[in-house]
């Protein structure tokens, strides 16, 4: 096959790009920086960010002193330039928050969602969006685009479709059903894990590295895994699904129809059953975050209790090591929700049993960090999805391209 030819409008495109994408992770920056940072010329520098200024995506923010010479002016992305929603859905709820274009979230809605079908889903994603839209007060017009990340395995093509066996969905085509129900922004579908994944690394624990696996743990299990700064995906972008790897051969039934699988015994719904064949009963809870809590709680007095966050700690860490030996990375990043509570309480345990089931040299070389996101890791993530792809193509995704002189 013949190489693709660039062309000056490619060029063009990557120019501004670059610079775009290093004044929202690095700025404000001033152009010398750029020029130095970048490795364009200064000459460069100066017509793409003069037409960034123009187009409103990039606004001065104020000045530094230079070297002997005149102040050096600053320039940062502009975080009033659009807005971006970020949506979270989970096996009990969704969550969905609204973000200037610094990421700063400026409205957000919970709604509990008992099971239900992927229209009333769609239904509850779209006018949840128009929900926090009207709570920031800003206008429709400025919504450059929604994420959406969801559990389950995401197939990326025309359109997306969603297999999420664990809340009954199969070939669903998420993204048709919330044009069905009034959705008329750019919509970005992808796995929650994944998500967090790419919270975690533009942000979070896994910034800086280039070689990271992000587990995500609350009611199931996955992982997103980065290898040379870009998520591995696989043939059908089902790759990550780590809580369905094997634990133990005939062990516990998971949910998806499997035995022995990681999200088996250490997803927070199989861990609350395994306290509840333990004991007998179930603990005090209004959700299964609370539940999670109070058995956290409980294993300050209660033998069981302190067993199965032992032995989850235990099987956790298999699970981690079996990553360290596949990938070889140079950090884990423990997040979710459920992965936070047991990595605040039982961090040392899953080290010590990674450090165990790990071969040696590769455990050697990484280090287990908690991921920074609380609860709104999977919806701060997928709002990076619209932003990367503005990002992407540096021009604003709701007018045509502009043409401007080539730099």
């Not at 995401?154 to 044009?179: C, K, M, Y």
């Amino acid at each position: 096959m013949a190489p693709k030819r660039t062309t000056v409008r490619d060029l063009r495109r990557q120019n501004r790009s670059t610079l775009l994408s290093t004044l929202f992770f690095d700025g404000p920056l001033s152009r010398y920086e750029l020029s130095a940072r970048s490795g364009l010329s200064a000459a460069t520098v100066s017509n793409v960010t003069a037409e960034l200024v123009e187009d409103g995506l990039v606004v001065e923010a104020g000045s530094v002193d230079s070297d002997g010479g005149r102040p050096r002016v600053l320039l940062r992305v502009n975080p009033a330039f659009g807005h971006v929603v970020g949506v979270d859905v989970g096996e009990t709820g969704i969550k969905v928050e609204l973000f200037d274009l610094g990421l700063t979230q400026l409205a957000a809605r919970d709604h509990a969602l008992s099971p239900s079908s992927p229209a009333a889903v769609a239904s509850l994603i779209a006018s949840s969006v128009r929900e926090v839209v009207a709570a920031a007060a800003v206008p429709v017009s400025t919504v450059l685009g929604v994420g959406i990340g969801v559990p389950g395995t995401v197939e990326q093509g025309a359109a997306a479709v969603v297999h999420a066996p664990t809340i009954g969905w199969d070939a669903v085509r998420l993204e048709d059903l919330i044009r069905a129900a009034g959705g008329t922004w750019p919509l970005y579908v992808e796995n929650g894990a994944k998500t967090q994944g790419q919270a975690e690394m533009w942000f979070g624990a896994g910034r800086g590295a280039r070689h990271v696996v992000i587990a995500l743990i609350g009611s199931g299990v996955g992982a997103a895994v980065v290898t040379d700064g870009g998520v591995y995906r696989g043939a059908t972008s089902s790759a990550g699904e780590w809580g369905h790897t094997t634990i133990s051969y005939g062990g516990r039934p998971c949910r998806c129809g499997a035995r022995g699988c990681l999200e088996a015994y250490v997803g927070a719904e199989a861990i609350l059953d395994r306290y509840r064949r333990a004991r007998g009963r179930v603990l005090a809870g209004t959700d299964e975050q609370s539940t999670v809590d109070a058995l956290i709680a409980a294993a300050a007095h209660s033998r069981t209790a302190a067993r199965v966050l032992e032995e989850t700690a235990g099987y956790l860490g298999a699970g981690i090591a079996n990553l360290v030996n596949l990938f070889n990375p140079e950090r884990i990043v423990l997040g979710g929700w459920a992965g936070l509570a047991l990595g605040a309480h039982q961090l040392d345990r899953i080290v010590e049993a990674t450090r165990a089931h790990a071969l040696r040299h590769p455990y050697d070389q990484i280090s287990i960090e908690l991921g920074r996101f609380g609860p709104d890791a999977v919806a701060v993530g997928a709002a990076t999805l619209p932003v990367a792809a503005l990002l992407e193509g540096a021009a604003d995704p709701r007018k045509p391209a502009p043409h401007t002189n080539i730099a």
